[in-house]
């Protein structure tokens, strides 16, 4: 795996995983869902679009566009069903469910990558998968049988891995930032039903109860929508420029690992023997899974990206 594409999704693990909990200290400043702030994040896109019609950008992008639609509405949706799921069910369960991504992740990519994952690669992707189960074993009492959010947390799964899967394929002629923006701008109509209702209950509520909106509290709204969404996204989208969507989507089974660090050194919750032993039986798992054969790492999709714009420029050039 290349360094660089580890450190970013790491890195993207890492910033979900402080939102995570930050937010349990600090979200009664204004406590819009994560659904809203995601909207919300999607206003630099919408503004930031003009601009690219204006300098020709959307116009070099517009035969591959419709690769950017399908992460765009899966990243909208799957939220959707994912926060659903954790407001109607039990809030473990759609974490559970998603640790078992990396195999989803694995057979998309397999169709539609040929990807191919060796004896080690298997068996880490596994053991990663088990030690997740591990750490959140405590947990499993929690589910609440509803049937309806089981299947949105199992849906919400589906359509992260499914995310993963087809940025990858955009990411071959479209560059992270032109698509993490059309991202946020698309997914804005999947998010709006659920979000435009709760952002206009919560302004429209009497200012005696509820927190009023001054300009520092709208700098901070602003700051968390882009740490909460904007940063890490961009990061995972990059990050799949030198990663497999398999390795990556293993490598963000390291968020629950990184809450339980920054909960503990915030002393907003405390370790358990279960969490420790899931920690590392997870970590040793994504370690085998690095562990395959050493090879040349093949070149990066921006490069094959600058040699697909070169190869274009040279053919126009008169």
């Not at 660089?4 to 402080?18: K, N, P, R, S």
Request: proline content about 6%; aromatic content about 10%; overall charge positive.
């Amino acid at each position: 795996m290349h360094a660089i594409g580890v450190l970013l999704v790491t890195t993207c693990a890492a910033l979900y995983a402080l939102t995570t909990v930050m937010s349990k200290l600090f979200f009664n400043i204004y406590d819009f869902s994560i659904l809203a702030y995601s909207f919300l994040a999607a206003a630099p896109g919408v503004a930031i679009l003009p601009l690219k019609i204006v300098d020709g950008s959307m116009k070099q992008i517009k035969p591959f566009i419709k690769w950017a639609l399908a992460p765009a509405f899966l990243f909208g949706s799957a939220r959707i069903l994912f926060y659903y799921a954790v407001n109607q069910g039990s809030p473990s369960l759609p974490t559970v469910v998603n640790s078992f991504s990396p195999i989803m992740v694995a057979i998309l990519s397999f169709f539609l990558f040929n990807e191919k994952l060796n004896r080690k690669q298997v068996a880490g992707m596994l053991a990663a998968i088990a030690g997740m189960l591990i750490f959140h074993a405590s947990s499993f009492p929690m589910n609440s049988g509803n049937l309806l959010t089981e299947a949105a947390a199992i849906l919400s799964m589906f359509g992260f891995s499914a995310n993963n899967v087809i940025t990858k394929k955009a990411l071959e002629n479209i560059d992270e930032a032109m698509l993490t923006m059309l991202i946020f701008t698309i997914s804005s109509v999947a998010l709006a039903p659920v979000a435009i209702p709760e952002l206009l209950a919560k302004m429209s509520s009497p200012i005696s109860i509820r927190t009023p909106l001054t300009p520092m509290i709208l700098v901070g709204i602003l700051i968390f929508a882009f740490l909460t969404v904007i940063l890490p996204t961009y990061l995972l989208i990059d990050g799949l420029n030198y990663l497999s969507p398999t390795a990556a989507g293993l490598l963000l089974l390291s968020q629950p690992i990184f809450t339980m660090i920054f909960a503990s050194a915030l002393r907003v919750e405390y370790v358990t023997p279960l969490q420790l032993i899931g920690a590392t039986v997870t970590i040793l798992g994504i370690a085998i899974f690095r562990m395959k054969s050493p090879k040349k790492e093949g070149p990066s999709l921006k490069e094959l990206r600058k040699e697909k714009s070169d190869q274009r420029t040279s053919a126009t050039t008169p």
